[in-house]
């Protein structure tokens, strides 16, 4: 399975971007979606995860702004009222069971779309 992203790119303060992550390839199952974050000089931290066992989960900083869903093989991140806060790469990490080994849980991660807000 990959993670393959689309979306990002240049804001201002306030405005909205949309966040895609569709899972390419095959999988046993998919447990999970998330999406993280990572600003310049920083960890990379947690901003959503969508999961059939535990729902979703979000970010204090993010909370009423971000709002992740899926659809089929598909997590979208429809992100309102950006701050310049919000900059950083944005990974989305795919939490599947392969199809040749089900006995571990494995991950992928994107590449990273940026997305930059100027205030």
């Known amino acids: 399975v990959e993670a393959v992203e689309s979306g990002g790119g240049l804001v201002q303060a306030g405005g909205s971007l949309r966040l895609s992550c569709l899972a390419s390839g095959t999988a046993s199952s998919i447990n999970a979606f998330g999406w993280y974050r990572q600003a310049s000089g920083e960890r990379r931290e947690l901003v959503a995860r969508i999961s059939s066992a535990s729902g979703t989960v979000y970010a204090n900083s993010v909370q009423g702004r971000f709002t992740i869903s899926t659809e089929k093989s598909t997590a979208y991140l429809p992100m309102n009222s950006l701050k310049p806060e919000d900059t950083g790469v944005y990974y989305c990490?795919?939490?599947?069971?392969?199809?040749?080994?089900?006995?571990?849980?494995?991950?992928?991660w994107g590449q990273g779309p940026v997305v930059t807000v100027s205030d």
């Open positions: 990490k795919i939490e599947y069971v392969s199809v040749a080994d089900v006995t571990h849980d494995l991950d992928a």
